[in-house]
Nanobody, 124 residues
Framework: QVQLAESGGGLVQAGGSLRLSCTIS????????MGWFRQAPGKEREFVAG????????YYADSVKGRFTISRDNGKNTGYLQMNSLKPEDTAVYYC?????????????????WGQGTQVTVSS
C-alpha cells in the first residue's frame, strides 16, 4: 500500500510564492512518476505538472509554464512543486499523485495513488 502526503499550502498574496511537498511511503521511490493536480470548486480537475520515474523529464500545463517548477529528491522520497508569481486563478486544492514506471506526460492519465490534498489560496 503506497501512501502520499502533501504539505506547504496556505494563503498568499498575488505575485507571491509557495512550495508544495509530497512524500511517498514505501520502497523503490525512484520507480514512481509523480504529478500535481488541482481542483477548484465548480471546475474540472487540472493536471498541473508531472515528472517521470527515475530522473525523469517534466511536463507542465500551459497555464503554469514559466511560473511553476516540479522536481524530485529520490533520496528523501519527496517531490516538490515550486509555485512563483501566483495568481488568484491558481486558487485550488492541490493533490499529489504517483504511478510506477510512467512518463511525465502520462501522469495525467489515471494515477494509481493520491494524496489527501492541500489548499492553496491566492488573494487579489
Amino acid at each position: 500500500q503506497v501512501q502520499l502526503a502533501e504539505s506547504g499550502g496556505g494563503l498568499v498574496q498575488a505575485g507571491g510564492s509557495l512550495r508544495l511537498s509530497c512524500t511517498i511511503s514505501g520502497r523503490t521511490f525512484s520507480t514512481y512518476a509523480m504529478g500535481w493536480f488541482r481542483q477548484a470548486p465548480g471546475k474540472e480537475r487540472e493536471f498541473v505538472a508531472g515528472i517521470g520515474w527515475g530522473i525523469g523529464s517534466t511536463y507542465y500545463a500551459d497555464s503554469v509554464k514559466g511560473r511553476f517548477t516540479i522536481s524530485r529528491d529520490n533520496g528523501k522520497n519527496t517531490g516538490y512543486l515550486q509555485m512563483n508569481s501566483l495568481k488568484p486563478e491558481d486558487t485550488a486544492v492541490y493533490y499529489c499523485a504517483a504511478k510506477r514506471f510512467t512518463s511525465a506526460q502520462d501522469m495525467g492519465v489515471n494515477p494509481n495513488y493520491w494524496g489527501q490534498g492541500t489548499q492553496v489560496t491566492v488573494s487579489s
